[in-house]
């Protein structure tokens, strides 16, 4: 197994990048933060582009859950809730993006 390193896996590489920081920042920034959804623009266009690489339901359900966490619609539990959601869902993004650097897919 090896990785080729073409323009394909260096920008799946840096979504990886962006999606592991987002994860970790995700507790220690402010709620109300444009970061993670400049996060959610790159990651749709990186969709769009590269198209069998990710699943469009779990992408937009990552990019609703970034929508409800910067307008604060939510209270205290479902705050939780939704951003447990949300790192399900950037661990799958991960995953698949691993699993295309690495062309298991």
């Not at 749709?44 to 937009?60: A, I, N």
């Not at 910067?70 to 691993?98: C, H, M, N, Q, T």
């Amino acid at each position: 197994m090896y990785i080729q390193f073409n323009v394909f896996n260096l920008v799946t590489i840096f979504v990886m990048a962006l999606t592991a920081l987002l994860a970790y920042k995700r507790f220690t920034i402010r709620p109300d933060s444009n970061g993670p959804l400049a996060y959610y623009a790159i990651l749709v266009g990186y969709m769009r582009t590269y198209e069998p690489g990710l699943d469009h339901y779990w992408v937009f359900a990552g990019v609703i859950c970034g929508l409800l966490l910067r307008f604060e619609f939510l209270g205290k539990i479902a705050d939780k809730v939704v951003r447990a959601f949300e790192l399900v869902v950037l661990g799958y993004v991960f995953w698949r993006s691993l699993g295309k650097v690495l062309l298991w897919w």
